[in-house]
């Protein structure tokens, strides 16, 4: 029997979710003043699904947040090594629209590299927080083992000009075996589009 999941039952971790999401997109279209002195690099909003098989598939859409920042100056660094050694910060919120989705709200490092003017690649790795089924107790969806798990990300995206990018994104949670439990993990592919600073 599956149990009921919707966003009214979920409680704090909703709660958390929705004002991660609403402060940090009221803080971002407040003054872009601010955000050219730092503060926010870009933010990024999309769709992400499933790409899991059988009992790890989640149904539905995940509506996806991200909000970039630059503390180490990304933009200015040049050369290889300093690329590496100056990632971008990331925090961001993705909410389920089924009974069988896992809501989470994530951060992490995140690195770009420019293929052209307008082409670039993306890669990101941090953790989730997530509300999913830690254990098999009979229901369809991911059992994840524990709440905390690893996150990474790949990315490919386009620059329409300065501002606006959209980018295709897979990214995949798990707990790496680490924990007491199972290991499912999460896996999503979708498209993001972003404004820069």
């Not at 909000?67 to 910060?89: H, M, N, Q, Y």
Request: hydrophobic share 40%.
């Amino acid at each position: 029997m599956t149990r009921p999941r919707s966003f009214a039952g979920r409680g704090r971790f909703y709660q958390f979710a929705v004002a991660l999401i609403f402060s940090t997109g009221l803080a971002a279209g407040a003054s872009q003043t601010k955000a050219a002195e730092g503060i926010f690099d870009e933010m990024r909003f999309g769709a992400m699904a499933s790409i899991g098989n059988g009992d790890n598939h989640e149904s539905g859409v995940f509506p996806s947040f991200t909000i970039f920042f630059d503390p180490f100056a990304t933009d200015s660094a040049t050369g290889i090594v300093e690329k590496i050694l100056r990632p971008r910060v990331h925090a961001g919120a993705s909410i389920a629209t089924s009974s069988s989705g896992v809501n989470e709200v994530y951060g992490g490092l995140s690195w770009n590299a420019d293929l052209t003017e307008r082409f670039f690649v993306e890669l990101g790795l941090g953790a989730i927080v997530h509300d999913g089924d830690l254990n098999d107790d009979g229901t369809s969806g991911p059992k994840l083992g524990c709440r905390l798990l690893f996150r990474e990300y790949a990315a490919a995206g386009y620059r329409f000009d300065d501002h606006w990018n959209l980018s295709a994104t897979v990214e995949h949670a798990s707990n790496a075996d680490l924990c007491n439990g199972p290991n499912d993990g999460l896996t999503r592919a979708g498209l993001m589009l972003g404004y820069k600073f």
